[in-house]
């Protein structure tokens, strides 16, 4: 009975700081009403982060002293916690993924280069940062799927933040034409196809030369659309207004 109460006092006590530290970042944010979005964004990553530090240490002390009601369990954590041999198990541990990932989550959260709300690339992934857990980053993508990067991963590889000077979205759609004296035309044909997608007047488009085979060319349609753009529709109304266009002039492929 006194295990049970206690758990309920600690999970109550989870409960109120997780809601007054939220109220008070949010009362906090009305009082400054930071017109800069990116200051915002910082602010929200560096406590977000560390509230789930400051939760998570908090159960930790709940079910430790609910484990330490009971004689065998409590036996064992003094036993392991007074062993000199404990150092040697946390210096391990924090070279290993779980505590690594959470010294990389710190490193993130304070020299923050990314923050919520950024669209970054990482290796073969281009999506928004939605969330900096203890131990991942989750990403939305382009194509809506979720993404979960270890935080060791995003502290040790090169990560192209897109919002930071161009928050455009790109989209590429690669198109095989004809190798012949109408390349010139083909790139032409390709621009104006693309530049008459609906909202084509908000992209910034070129159209480059690929690899080039035997017999064929490779069209780079390159557009930068804006931050709300859906990039897989905007990639798919460019590749349908610019293969008709190709078609009718005789320029794909046989």
Do not use: C
């Not at 908090?58 to 079910?63: K, N, S, T």
């Not at 070129?206 to 780079?220: P, R």
Request: without cysteine; charged residues 20%; glycine residues 6%.
């Amino acid at each position: 009975m006194r295990a049970i109460l206690t758990g309920l006092v600690w999970l109550a006590v989870v409960i109120v700081v997780r809601t007054f530290l939220n109220s008070a970042f949010n009362r906090y944010e009305r009082r400054l009403a930071e017109s800069d979005p990116a200051v915002a964004a910082r602010r929200r990553t560096t406590f977000g982060f560390l509230l789930r530090v400051v939760v998570a240490l908090v159960v930790f002390i709940g079910v430790w002293s609910v484990l330490s009601i009971f004689p065998a369990t409590s036996q064992v954590a003094s036993a392991f916690l007074g062993s000199a041999a404990v150092l040697a198990v946390i210096a391990g541990l924090a070279l290993s993924t779980p505590l690594g990932n959470l010294g990389s989550g710190v490193l993130l959260a304070f020299t923050q280069p990314v923050r919520l709300g950024d669209r970054i690339t990482i290796e073969d992934f281009t999506g928004v940062v939605d969330e900096i857990s203890l131990s991942y980053t989750a990403l939305t993508t382009d194509e809506g799927r979720r993404i979960f990067v270890p935080n060791t991963k995003m502290v040790s590889t090169v990560i192209v933040n897109r919002s930071v000077d161009d928050p455009r979205r790109l989209v590429i759609v690669d198109v095989p034409v004809r190798l012949g004296p109408s390349l010139g035309e083909a790139r032409r044909l390709a621009m104006e196809a693309a530049s008459n997608v609906p909202q084509g007047d908000e992209l910034a488009i070129y159209v480059q030369i690929g690899d080039i085979s035997e017999k064929t060319a490779l069209l780079h349609v390159v557009a930068y659309a804006p931050f709300s753009a859906d990039v897989p529709h905007v990639a798919s109304e460019i590749r349908e207004k610019t293969v008709s266009a190709l078609a009718t002039a005789n320029l794909l492929p046989a």
